[in-house]
């Protein structure tokens, strides 16, 4: 999973050898603590920060027998310690190490998801920029509605990348918190102290009250976050689908040098990285999920929720990432094919002008539902008839004794489309660089 879908940097956060590394940080922010307030004599604080290391297979071979991950870790590290080695782990219990490597990993990851999400928002930025004024179909329920801009399109999910990012850093700071409380949280074998002198060497903040455990809902608000952004890239890709129907193409995702769509029809280029996004985040909203299933747990703390976050936290991370470069490569290099989006808004033969010619009748006095059947009946005929709705219009002598020639042809202008373009993308974009 990770050498196949994820840049090195996020993958190399989950390894374990990473996990590992992260809990002898913090095993040693919590001797040095000990250390300023006199239980760690300064030569064995040393010792321990010159010696402290451990051996992965080693690691796993003691697991094996004693069952116990933070054991087995410390069975390593003192076997290169020594005999100071009984000042590590002093008065702690072992989720005080595990939780608190896991707000370092995590937040260290959400930190890397906004990078992506920063990259993808300037391209985003570029992109609706650079297609203010391709006017294309807009679309409901997968009917023509009225037109749009292909910018205006982007412009939405470039807004919704702005939420994400302020998704994420919430998450940070919700995620930016440890514990080194003890077997129950009450610091029966600590001082209060060495939490915070611990926390700040980590550049953590003490949770103000935890039971052996973090809150779980700090978890899952963050794989939530991740859940959000995944759903939200569905959401880009599927558009991009629709679009690249052969009988839309009005966009297309990159197909390569060499790629080949399909074993048996040498035709096809397929939308292949775009579905493949629809599949993936289906399975971060079903780690979000567990997510939430996480939180209630027994009294103090059990661990049910220990063997699912093994699963949910690396591979939401990774696929969120791998999700956010494909997201960038796609639509840094999609092909937009413009003749396209002006022949389909050619399609339905004038139908898209209908709401016009109904304003330009109740200007003239008539109530909405009279001009609404008047429009309708033409409207239907177009569609029945496979004909001209402006056509229809022009000869329709109801609508002809309201409206001139000129009032009837200005309905069908696209220029009244792009009037309010410059209000929404300011709207948006006022407060960017």
Known sequence: MIERYTNPEMGAIWTEENRYRTWLAVEIAVCE???????????????????????????????????????????????????????????????????TALSLMVRQSLRHVRVRLVELKKILRNEALKHKKTVCMGRTHGVHAEPVTFGFKILVWYEEIKRHIDRIDRAV????????????????????????????????????????????????????????????????????????????LELEEPFTKGQKGSSSMPHKKNPVRCERMAGLARLVRGHAQVALENIPLWHERDISHS??????????????????????????????????????????????????????????????????????????????????????????????DRLTPAEIEACFSLDPYLAKIDYIYKRVLSHES
């Open 33 to 99: 603590a000990w250390n300023k307030l006199g239980k760690i004599p300064a030569s064995s604080l040393k010792t321990i920060k010159a010696k402290a290391d451990f051996n992965v297979k080693r690691i796993d071979a003691i697991e094996k027998e004693v069952k116990h991950d933070i054991i087995a870790f410390l069975t390593s590290v003192n076997e290169n310690v020594g005999p100071d080695g009984r000042f590590i782990h002093l008065g702690l219990t072992s989720y005080d190490v595990v939780d």
């Open 307 to 400: 063997s699912a976050e093994r699963i949910i936290f690396p591979d939401s991370f990774i696929l969120t990432d791998y999700m956010l470069t494909e997201a960038i490569d796609i639509i840094g290099h999609w092909v937009v094919h413009k003749d396209r989006m002006k022949a389909n808004i050619d399609a339905t033969r004038g139908l898209t002008f209908s709401q016009s010619v109904l304003l330009a009748l109740t200007r003239k006095g008539l109530t909405r539902e009279e001009a609404y059947s008047l429009v309708q009946r033409n409207s239907l005929k177009t569609w029945e008839g496979n004909l001209d709705f402006k056509a229809l219009v022009r000869n329709d002598s109801q609508i002809r």
């Open 173 to 248: 700071e919700v995620m930016s918190v440890g514990r080194i409380s003890g077997s129950v949280g009450t610091y029966i074998h600590l001082d209060p102290r060495v939490e915070v002198l611990a926390l700040k060497k980590l550049a953590l903040k003490p949770a103000p009250v935890s039971t052996q455990v973090l809150q779980r809902d700090r978890h899952a608000e963050a794989i939530h976050t991740l859940a959000l952004i995944a759903t939200s890239l569905e959401k880009f890709t599927v558009e991009i689908r629709h679009l690249q129907k052969s009988e839309v």
